[in-house]
């Protein structure tokens, strides 16, 4: 009743006029307890906001990414998108800029050029399955994660390793940051 939850929110507003991304995420015994990290980075990936998009921002972050990386292909290296050689060229750059990513998360950056081949070959069901496992999703195909080079679930360990990855790529796309609000804390 001291105006918490209100403070954060004022908090976001503001984070998102300034360039960054935002998520909010609930705690609770019951849901999303403290301790389970594994289920706070699931919800702290399916909350994820940017200006005029409230939760589910974690795709439009790839996208954006991706986007970024096409258009230095287009300005820095001169190649157009209709060219034979652009796709290559794109693939190329996405590698190099998942070094980076890979430095914090390896296996991140495997899901994220998994990502990216389904998109360009338009399986757009693989790269949904793909982004579900990414963001802490329990029940994805076996398929799916063999074709990004995974196994299993995310475990607490893997939710702050992830989230380190998506910090290079918040960067990477353009935004300042990410602001991370955990809520009802106390209640715990």
């Not at 005029?52 to 972050?61: D, N, T």
């Not at 290296?77 to 070094?99: C, S, Y």
């Not at 069901?125 to 195909?141: C, F, N, T, Y």
């Not at 990004?148 to 679930?153: I, L, M, Y």
Request: hydrophobic share 45%.
């Amino acid at each position: 009743g001291s105006g918490k939850t209100f403070l954060s929110s004022l908090a976001a507003a503001e984070a998102l006029e300034n360039g960054f991304m935002t998520s909010k995420v609930v705690i609770s015994v019951a849901d999303t307890p403290l301790y389970k990290l594994s289920e706070v980075y699931r919800r702290l990936c399916q909350n994820m906001s940017l200006p005029g998009r409230r939760g589910g921002a974690l795709q439009s972050l790839i996208e954006r990414w991706l986007y970024r990386i096409e258009d230095q292909v287009v300005e820095v290296d001169g190649i157009e998108e209709d060219a034979d050689n652009f796709a290559e060229t794109v693939a190329q750059k996405v590698e190099q800029h998942l070094v980076v990513i890979g430095q914090k998360s390896g296996r991140l950056a495997a899901c994220l050029k998994a990502y990216h081949t389904a998109k360009f070959k338009q399986d757009f069901e693989e790269a949904r399955g793909i982004l579900d496992w990414m963001q802490g999703e329990p029940k994805v195909s076996a398929e799916i994660k063999r074709l990004a080079g995974v196994t299993g679930q995310l475990d607490n360990t893997d939710a702050l390793i992830f989230l380190r990855g998506w910090l290079e790529l918040v960067k990477a796309a353009g935004h300042n940051g990410l602001l991370v609000i955990l809520d009802e804390v106390e209640t715990v």
